[in-house]
């Protein structure tokens, strides 16, 4: 599919009818900035012009919103790199007023003098969750919504729905979805409990116990009482797990900050890494030779659940390397599995995407034994 220069001006007609305006949202300020932008890619490419009238809208990972009519060059050579139509543009979250999309006066990313760089992202990238939420400096006042500021384009669109593909915080964990709650603005995918609740990977592991879903045992503790006490954190871990165990950030995706840990001379070290990205971090027992699968579930009150699928690792577990760097991961689908063991995947996907109070859509995924 193709985009045109200024793709909201024309105001696209189908059967009579204007078009439904999609917004599609990409890159943020968390770890898994470059992930978003590849999950856009797909996205972009997959909605059907001739039914939307597609307007992307990238975030920096200093956390700036840009528009651009140019999204795969946006995708390809950065934000900053988007070209002369981008314009800076702001959200606003008042219900009242129909046009939610501001543009805010003053100059495009990377054009600034001396603004300090923004977080790295992917595996190496200290975050946010690092330095925990800085507040923001004053922002520039934006012009009358909707206005275009002289010499840098047409007027803003309004947008009929909003697709966030952004990953991590910022984007999983309930925040943007507070925005577009405020905004009063349909958007793709579950609100802001279920994100909020299914980022935090303690929280959610507290929720499936309560409600007797099967979850392999973990320690959740806080990056403080790691600093301040750490041979009682790791007698924490060690008397409750076996090795090897998982050492993860807690509000974290795309494996970004998790090490495998074989023995005790292993354990501080993956510490210390997932702690650059969180300050709520989790250990969890591996399960040798497991099997992964996954399912996705599509719906609200009464959820529908897809066939299984097997991910194939390329590597001894699915880390950020395997899942995005190398491409030598496998999936098959469906996945090889006796129909029992499919049925019970399945269930458990459904009942898990309840017990967060699901909507929308997920994915859920499963470490199936081989016994």
């Known amino acids: 599919m193709g985009f045109s220069p200024g793709l909201w001006k024309a105001g696209g007609v189908l059967s009579g009818r204007r078009k439904l305006r999609v917004g599609v949202i990409f890159g943020g300020r968390s770890g898994e900035h470059e992930v978003s932008l590849m999950s856009a890619r797909s996205i972009l490419q997959n909605l059907n012009p001739d039914r939307y009238e597609i307007i992307p809208i990238g975030i920096t990972k200093e956390g700036r919103w840009v528009i651009t009519d140019d999204p795969f060059r946006a995708l390809e050579e950065g934000l900053d790199a988007s070209g002369p139509s981008s314009r800076l543009v702001a959200l606003l979250g008042d219900p009242a007023v129909e046009l939610k999309l501001v543009e805010l006066p003053g100059e495009m990313p990377g054009e600034v003098g001396d603004e300090a760089p923004g977080p790295a992202s992917g595996p190496e990238a200290a975050g946010r ?162 099997r992964e699968i996954e399912c996705s579930v599509l719906g609200n009150d009464e959820p529908e659940v897809s066939v299984c699928g097997e991910i194939l690792p390329s590597r001894e577990f699915y880390d950020y390397n395997a899942k995005y760097v190398d491409g030598t991961s496998g999936l098959i689908i469906p996945a090889d599995i006796p129909e029992d063991v499919s049925d019970r995947v399945r269930d458990l996907a459904r009942r898990a995407f309840l017990a967060l109070d699901g909507n929308g859509m997920a994915r859920a995924d499963f470490l199936v034994s081989r016994d």
């Open 129 to 290: 969750e690092a330095a925990g939420r800085e507040a923001a400096g004053p922002a520039e006042a934006p012009v009358s919504a909707g206005s275009p500021i002289p010499g840098r384009g047409p007027a803003l669109p309004v947008i009929d729905v909003v697709f966030p593909v952004l990953h991590g915080p910022y984007g999983e964990d309930g925040t943007i979805q507070g925005l577009l709650e405020l905004a009063g603005l349909p958007y793709v995918g579950a609100g802001v409990l279920p994100s909020a609740c299914a980022m935090d990977k303690g929280i959610m592991k507290d929720l499936f116990v309560r409600h007797g879903l099967p979850v392999l045992d973990y320690v959740v503790f806080k990056r403080k009482e790691w600093q301040t006490d750490p041979e009682a954190v790791i007698a924490r871990i060690t008397s409750a797990l076996p090795f090897p165990v998982f050492i993860k950030p807690c509000n974290l995706g795309s494996s970004v900050g998790i090490t495998k840990v074989h023995h005790l001379g292993e354990l501080a070290p993956a510490i210390e890494d997932a702690a650059r990205y969180d300050r709520r971090l989790i250990a969890e027992r591996g399960l040798e030779g497991a």
